[in-house]
């Protein structure tokens, strides 16, 4: 067993494997972080928002760990491949053999297995990211784990660039003059005076945020993810229909109220729906 594990360590430990034992690491990586996120989340939300038999409900929770630890894995190998990939296209070459100074005999230089990988590309990373994004999460039918990891990725992504286009505000030009003076940047990073160069970009990005979500629900809630409008519809919307009979007409009607208007905080009718039930 011993030897195994030495052998097994060589190989780990090998230069030469090193890109291609990246990805693999990179595979395993995503599959236990997809798996760590996505299982207590789903174990909480099933539970408390789906019905359905146990079984059932562990059936959900089982696929949708299953997906977001595979296309974690899948995005992570795809991504290291790419990378790989793109810097074999700027290796360069073993070096010829070679002579020692002196008188001495010639020595050779023996050639590596393979060609030393060339630099990365400032945009190798984006088109890496490009690519596995299209691969895993841009093609074909979108479930619900899909679009939840692309919204969260997206999210950051835009707090990220607004915090990098404050940052470009900042930067002063030839004269030492920055579009923004340190008075006006000290009241907008909360009154600071430590000659950062930052304004802190998170209070329009939330309240921006918050305020297209509810207008979103408000007047166009179908474009709203399933689960974040089933969240939304719990905490602010009461949704009931009845059916009823207009009599005279021998027909059955059903209707449907949708009060979005009608919020359950503000609606009781006893200490059963005030304390232990929405409804």
């Given at each position: 067993m011993d030897k195994i594990?030495?052998?097994?360590?060589?190989?780990?430990?090998?230069?030469?494997?090193?890109?291609?034992?990246?990805?693999?690491?990179?595979?395993?990586?995503?599959?236990?972080?997809?798996?760590?996120?996505r299982f207590p989340h789903a174990l909480v939300m099933v539970f408390l928002f789906r019905t359905g038999t146990v079984a059932d409900k562990l059936r959900l929770i089982l696929r949708a760990t299953r997906q977001h630890a595979r296309n974690l894995a899948i995005y992570a190998s795809l991504y290291k491949f790419t990378l790989y990939m793109l810097r074999t296209t700027?290796?360069?070459?073993?070096?010829?053999?070679?002579?020692?100074?002196?008188?001495?005999?010639?020595?050779?230089?023996?050639?590596?297995?393979?060609?030393?990988?060339?630099?990365?590309?400032?945009?190798?990373?984006?088109?890496?990211?490009?690519?596995?994004?299209?691969?895993?999460f841009?093609?074909?039918?979108?479930?619900?784990?899909?679009?939840?990891?692309?919204?969260?990725?997206?999210?950051?992504?835009?707090?990220?660039?607004?915090?990098?286009?404050?940052?470009?505000?900042?930067q002063p030009d030839a004269g030492g003059n920055t579009p923004i003076t340190m008075e006006k940047k000290g009241e907008m990073t909360?009154?600071?005076?430590?000659?950062?160069?930052?304004?802190?970009?998170?209070?329009?990005?939330?309240?921006?945020?918050?305020?297209?979500?509810?207008?979103?629900?408000?007047?166009?809630p179908e474009t709203l993810q399933p689960s974040l409008r089933s969240s939304m519809?719990?905490?602010?919307?009461?949704?009931?229909?009845?059916?009823?009979?207009?009599t005279g007409l021998g027909t059955d009607w059903v209707f449907a109220f949708v009060l979005c208007s009608y919020s359950n905080a503000d609606h009781w009718d006893g200490i059963r729906n005030f304390l232990f039930h929405n409804q």
């Amino acid at each position: 067993m011993d030897k195994i594990t030495t052998r097994v360590n060589e190989i780990l430990l090998d230069p030469r494997n090193a890109s291609t034992l990246a990805i693999v690491k990179a595979a395993r990586n995503g599959l236990v972080y997809g798996a760590k996120v996505r299982f207590p989340h789903a174990l909480v939300m099933v539970f408390l928002f789906r019905t359905g038999t146990v079984a059932d409900k562990l059936r959900l929770i089982l696929r949708a760990t299953r997906q977001h630890a595979r296309n974690l894995a899948i995005y992570a190998s795809l991504y290291k491949f790419t990378l790989y990939m793109l810097r074999t296209t700027r290796s360069t070459p073993s070096l010829p053999a070679t002579s020692s100074a002196g008188s001495g005999p010639l020595q050779l230089s023996l050639p590596s297995t393979a060609p030393k990988l060339g630099r990365e590309a400032r945009y190798d990373t984006f088109l890496a990211g490009l690519i596995g994004g299209y691969v895993v999460f841009g093609r074909g039918s979108q479930s619900s784990v899909n679009q939840q990891i692309t919204i969260y990725v997206f999210a950051r992504v835009v707090l990220a660039l607004a915090k990098l286009a404050s940052s470009m505000l900042l930067q002063p030009d030839a004269g030492g003059n920055t579009p923004i003076t340190m008075e006006k940047k000290g009241e907008m990073t909360g009154g600071r005076r430590d000659g950062k160069n930052t304004i802190n970009a998170w209070p329009l990005f939330a309240s921006l945020s918050w305020a297209a979500v509810m207008h979103l629900f408000r007047w166009n809630p179908e474009t709203l993810q399933p689960s974040l409008r089933s969240s939304m519809r719990y905490m602010y919307v009461w949704f009931f229909s009845l059916h009823g009979r207009v009599t005279g007409l021998g027909t059955d009607w059903v209707f449907a109220f949708v009060l979005c208007s009608y919020s359950n905080a503000d609606h009781w009718d006893g200490i059963r729906n005030f304390l232990f039930h929405n409804q």
